[in-house]
């Protein structure tokens, strides 16, 4: 069973830059495809980014492409989003998520078998 944690959210003014991490609990972490999605209260989950297992391939949602950078670093088994001029309609609970069957998951959740617990992201204004 592979672990799925993330961390780095927190409350902040809306412009504002904040990093999320999420690290996972394998020794075959390049094995897996990873994601962010992320849920506001009263809405259905949405897709943030997706990142491929070498890196070399990724996808930002409109909504936050340009201001949201998704990154891995296979040596530390974990993944970042980078979220800059934060609005609060990003106000969410972000979830890691990662697949270890392909390549790429993209933006269908349904390709992710593990998911993280949450966290929550919250841009005043």
């Known amino acids: 069973q592979v672990q799925v944690v993330e961390s780095g959210g927190g409350l902040v003014q809306a412009g504002a830059s904040l990093r999320l991490s999420c690290a996972a609990s394998?020794?075959?972490?390049?094995?897996?495809?990873m994601g962010w999605f992320r849920q506001a209260p009263g809405k259905e989950r949405e897709f943030v980014a997706a990142i491929s297992r070498s890196g070399l391939n990724f996808e930002h949602a409109n909504s936050v492409k340009g201001r949201f950078i998704v990154s891995r670093d296979n040596n530390m088994n974990t993944i970042y989003l980078q979220m800059n001029r934060l609005r609060p309609e990003d106000t969410a609970v972000y979830y890691c998520?990662?697949?270890?069957?392909?390549?790429?998951?993209?933006?269908?959740?349904?390709?992710?078998?593990?998911w993280g617990q949450g966290t929550q992201v919250t841009v005043s204004s």
């Open positions: 394998t020794e075959t972490f390049i094995r897996f495809t």
């Open positions: 998520a990662a697949d270890p069957v392909r390549y790429y998951g993209g933006s269908d959740s349904t390709n992710y078998e593990y």
